[in-house]
């Protein structure tokens, strides 16, 4: 299983944005504080939208109450410092993974990660970028590791749901 851990998000445009993703690939996600926003805040709730009913998320204190109760599997610390590639993280289904993303001004704390340099990973950029957004990290890396592991759980070849299988046939042009 994949676990998303957001290591205290400042942005709640990124975090509701992440939580749906959570919900789109069966993760659960774990939010550290502090935070830099309220859980009820209203751009929270428009960025998630009515998922929330189906997400799995716990929040924590801090970082040392967070490793307490999550001491379960595999860390990778996603970093601008890494010493990995993402891609690198070999991930298999049956395995419990904590893909760790940090705030959106500073990251992971540094003492954090030099704990770990051996599980610290990088998403390649040209030098002329300090970061990506948060968000959008948090898909690229859990979707590509689910691609490894051909996207247990998800629906890879159904069409969209809401809609009904055939909803684009309405649209093919009679001649």
């Known amino acids: 299983m994949i676990n998303i851990v957001l290591y205290e998000p400042e942005i709640p445009q ?27 805040d209203k751009y929270l709730k428009r960025s ?27 860390f990778y610390f996603l970093t601008r410092y890494g ?16 893909l760790v993303f940090g705030k959106e001004s500073t990251g992971i704390s540094k003492d954090i990660l030099a704990s770990n340099l051996e599980h610290t990973f990088r998403i390649p950029t040209s030098s002329n970028v300090r ?10 890396v859990s979707y590509s590791l689910l691609s490894k592991a051909d996207f247990p759980s998800l629906e890879k070849y159904e069409p969209e749901k809401l809609k009904g ?11």
């Not at 990506?132 to 690229?140: I, K, P, T, Y």
């Open 14 to 40: 990124n975090t509701g944005n992440i939580m749906r993703t959570c919900v789109a690939i069966n993760a659960v996600l774990h939010i550290i504080k502090p935070l830099g926003f309220s859980l009820e």
């Open 48 to 74: 998630h939208l009515d998922y929330i009913d189906f997400l799995k998320y716990y929040v924590y204190e801090n970082y040392e109450d967070f490793i307490t109760k999550n001491n379960n599997g595999k």
């Open 83 to 98: 010493y990995n590639c993402y891609t690198d993280i070999d991930y298999k289904e049956e395995e419990n993974i904590y």
């Open 131 to 140: 970061s990506l957004n948060l968000s959008n990290c948090v898909a690229l």
């Open 165 to 175: 299988k055939d909803f684009l046939k309405q649209f093919i042009k009679n001649s």
